[in-house]
């Protein structure tokens, strides 16, 4: 597990383009869409200012995307006939899926720390606290290894990088505008509250907004409990279905 993450570390080294190129939507979300909502004044966000109630949910939903089209890694993988020598190691297949899945979180905590600077100079205003915010980073590395054994247990039934890139768009897209990224979940239509609570996104981005941004931490033992069920869950099940990639 700790080869892969290393392995990761190693890529990102000598290729971050993919790193720069996907904070531009990101970026944009903060720096055009938020202002431009925080002035229309048509969203409750309490005290908080728009822009800095959905920096959490715009930096989430970039590190998923990273960590949902990291499939296309593993189709690659598959093409150039990797995967099997991985499976001839002694490495089970559960720690070499959990090695995988976690090696998209380095690539997620980099993504997090060119938005944050981004953040930071229009003006959001961060929670003063580093335990804080290594601990945000923490979550955020967590949580992405659960979206990416999402993207490994699709990779197992795509045979091409093309048919993935439509799945992981339409796996995003629901998950971040049904959770609590932009608006608070009470404004949500009932059938929409109630996928929310179900949503892992939510509880990823409500913990990651108490740790940044609000410094209210009440809700954080449920939330890093969700995370870590389905973190387990979507382990489990890529697991499972990890030969298929390779059948």
Partial sequence: MLVMIELELRRLKHDRTEIYSRAIQPILWIVVYGPIMGGVKAIPTGDIPYTDFITPGVLIQSTTFVSIFYGLTIVWER???????????PASRYATVIGRSMASGVRAIFQALIIVPVALLIGVKFVLNPLYFVSSLFIIF????GFAAISIFVASFMKTRERFMGIGQAIIMPLFFASNALYPVKIMPPLLQEFALVNPMSYV?????????????????LDLVAIAIFDLVMFVIASISFRKIIE
């Fill in 205 to 221: 981005v409500d913990a990651v907004r108490s740790l940044m941004i609000t410094g209210d931490l009440s809700n954080l033992p």
């Fill in 142 to 145: 967590l949580a992405s290894g």
């Fill in 79 to 89: 093409e150039s006939g990797i995967l099997k020598k991985l499976l001839v190691t």
